[in-house]
């Protein structure tokens, strides 16, 4: 013979399923009856040690950086090429008016470039260890370009 499915279980109680919680009309125990005092007060943030974390840098940001960085080269060459000519027409000697018009591209690549990375992640590369040398030089060399084109 077959034996047939029982529909209870062998304690003898069927099984309810699921089964909704029954309301409380009396609030818990485990909670506060009263609210603190600090509830209605203002929130104070008080800033930690550490510096805001660095965010990455995308791939696409440094492509576009890097093509509009290359089109400032670009730009800033053609701008050496009208000084140089600028100052043999005022009679400098070429060699220096050729070794101003280098001082003067080096030195608006070099402000450029720490331009073009402030614009690309302040957060990473607008730094002293990094913006400041740029600065520095692109400085330095804008300021030879203008002493030795006297001369």
Not at 21 to 26: F, Q
Not at 99 to 106: E, H, I, K, T
């Amino acid at each position: 013979m077959q034996a047939t499915p029982s529909t209870t279980p062998p304690g003898g109680q069927a099984d309810p399923g699921f089964k909704l919680p029954e309301e409380k009309n009396a609030p818990d125990a485990a909670l506060p009856q009263t609210t603190p005092e600090t509830a209605g007060g203002p929130v104070e943030v008080v800033p930690g040690p550490l510096p805001p974390a660095v965010t990455d840098t995308s791939t696409r940001d440094l492509s576009i950086g890097a093509a509009v960085f290359v089109v400032l080269l670009v730009v800033y060459f053609f701008v050496r090429n009208a000084y140089v000519h600028h100052m043999v027409v005022r009679r400098v000697a070429p060699s220096t008016a050729g070794s101003a018009g280098w001082l003067l591209f080096v030195g608006l690549a070099f402000l450029s470039a720490a331009a073009v990375l402030a614009i690309i992640n302040a957060s990473r590369y607008l730094t002293w260890g990094v913006t400041a040398p740029l600065v520095v030089v692109g400085a330095v060399a804008l300021v030879a370009a203008l002493f030795i084109g006297r001369r």
